[in-house]
């Protein structure tokens, strides 16, 4: 009980420190795409103050539209929207997604649809589906391999030339061993590669990142990959080895952390957050 107890308070503690607002969040993203990096913004789940969140997602388009130093759609940065922000009812909810999707294109933005909880997967896949439906092709899923059903998923969006930001998994899946899970990643990331489409390979995994590159020596030409930004010096120090990266993306996000530890605290992979927060941290010295 006393090591789950300090668990948590080690989680709570790095959600806290340095607590990022739109204001800090769009100005470490233009230090990132100065250095020739791309962004992905997004704002936090906390199921509090969705009319706020729904403007802010449209502000975070502008945002990106004015810094953005490509016209091609896939250099520049991108938006990861969570659906259950926008909106307290789902018929809301649907509409305010559609207008975000809509002003996006309009300014020429990507949209990716981002991964919560397993209680809402699948209706993050049919709002990808539907909005595909509408004619839309500024948008792509976000997806977890830590779920049995990721391969058929991602089948089905290949086969219809759509974009895919693969993911290992924040939360918990159905598939709880840790290694089957990057076997899994591992497995899609290669078909991925094979469609000669644009996707994006989202992993702190550089064990991965190689094999891919062994394998599939140009395979960054159509392939962004993406990191959370505050793992920046990590991931640096981990492409040396890289010779050309055309498209490397950090995550940035913002928003309440109280009220999303409050509702994800319990859904959250807390093992491998930590992990992933103390590999970032150690190489701040560097």
Not at 54 to 71: Q, V
Request: glycine share 4%; charged share 25%.
């Amino acid at each position: 009980m006393i090591k789950i107890y300090y668990i948590l308070l080690v989680v709570v503690i790095l959600l806290f420190i340095n607590q990022p607002t739109f204001e800090k969040i769009t100005l470490k993203a233009n230090e990132i795409q100065n250095d020739g990096n791309l962004v992905c913004l997004s704002r936090q789940q906390t199921f509090v103050n969705q009319d706020e969140t729904y403007k802010y997602n449209l502000k975070m388009i502008d945002y990106l539209d004015s810094s953005s130093k490509s016209s091609n759609i896939f250099n520049k940065g991108k938006l990861s929207v969570k659906i259950t922000e926008n909106a307290t009812n789902d018929k809301e909810r649907w509409e305010r997604f559609k207008k975000i999707i809509e002003y996006a294109d309009k300014k020429n933005i990507f949209i990716w649809i981002s991964v919560t909880t397993k209680k809402f997967f699948n209706q993050e896949l049919q709002y990808y589906n539907d909005i595909i439906n509408l004619g839309y092709d500024n948008i792509g899923l976000t997806l977890p391999t830590y779920y049995k059903i990721s391969n058929k998923i991602l089948d089905n969006i290949i086969k219809n030339n759509g974009h895919i930001r693969l993911v290992k998994g924040y939360y918990h899946g159905d598939i709880k061993n840790w290694k089957k899970v990057s076997d899994n990643y591992y497995k899609l990331a290669c078909k991925l590669i094979e469609s000669n489409n644009y996707h994006q390979l989202a992993t702190h995994d550089f064990n991965i990142l190689k094999k891919l590159k062994n394998k599939y020596p140009n395979y960054l030409k159509n392939t962004e990959i993406g990191f959370f930004s505050f793992a920046k010096k990590h991931v640096e120090y981990n492409l040396k080895s890289f010779d050309n990266i055309p498209m490397k993306s950090y995550y940035l996000s913002f928003g309440d952390y109280f009220y999303y530890a409050k509702y994800n605290i319990g859904k959250l992979n807390i093992l491998n957050i930590i992990k992933r927060r103390l590999n970032g941290i150690k190489y701040y010295s560097l």
